[in-house]
């Protein structure tokens, strides 16, 4: 059964430094997300991506963070200059369409900034 | 804008009994679907409902989603260790292009 893949599965950084998040989406979903949850609290929508575009952002996905699909296979999460605030667990999804269609997810990537 | 409760918080069931977790919206539900998380792992779709009184089942599990379309249901039969895990709602934001999560039920089974 065809499945969102991720990695890392955990990334350990410092502070301030550059992070990028690989994700492999379900090979003929269009529509790519990433979802973020910090420790204890709920999933968080950050960014959806269509068509080498994103659609929708939340709040959270402030200039520090950008995506990219950077081939026909793998879809990035980048932050720029991580703070401590970002340490969470970093979850791809995908689906076929957009609007009320079933988002498959990823196993996630822990995320720890020190 | 929209809020997911989920009740219970957590559940401890005992192995072969039938429990129910719930999701209520503030706002009209238009595609509600059912997650399961084990800890520190990946959301596992479990069911997606959209129709006012729609019903599905998998397995021992099966999710209702209102008539007035602001209340989920996801009720266990006959629960067994494999079912232990948190339990996320998910519901469409306003425009159907983002999902929102409720905080999670956590559900423990002892045998």
């Known amino acids: 059964e065809p499945e969102v893949t991720q990695t890392p599965s955990h990334q350990v950084t410092q502070m301030g430094q550059e992070v990028i998040l690989r994700c492999v989406p379900i090979s003929n979903h269009l529509y790519f997300y990433w979802y973020r949850q910090i420790l204890g609290q709920k999933v968080e929508f950050l960014v959806s991506?269509?068509?080498?575009?994103?659609?929708?952002k939340s709040e959270i996905f402030d200039d520090q963070f950008s995506v990219e699909r950077p081939d026909g296979s793998n879809f990035t999460l980048k932050i720029r200059s991580t703070k401590l605030e970002d340490s969470a667990m970093y979850f791809c999804?995908?689906?076929?369409?957009?609007?009320?269609?079933?988002?498959?997810f990823g196993p996630g990537t822990r995320l720890l900034v020190l | 804008s929209q809020e997911l409760e989920q009740s219970p918080q957590s559940l401890i069931a005992q192995e072969g009994k039938n429990l129910t977790i719930n999701c209520t919206s503030s706002k009209t539900l238009y595609g509600l679907y059912w997650y399961k998380q084990k800890y520190g792992e990946g959301l596992i779709f479990l069911m997606m409902?959209?129709?006012?009184?729609e019903e599905k089942s998998h397995e021992k599990i099966t999710a209702k989603l209102d008539e007035k379309k602001q209340q989920s249901s996801l009720h266990i039969t006959a629960s067994q260790p494999s079912h232990a895990g948190i339990y996320l709602c998910?519901?469409?934001?306003?425009?159907?292009?983002?999902?929102?999560f409720g905080k999670g039920t956590t559900l423990s089974v002892s045998s």
């Open positions: 991506f269509y068509n080498n575009e994103i659609s929708e």
């Open positions: 998910g519901a469409d934001n306003q425009a159907g292009t983002a999902l929102i």
């Open positions: 999804a995908s689906s076929v369409r957009l609007v009320q269609e079933t988002q498959y």
């Open positions: 409902l959209q129709k006012g009184g």
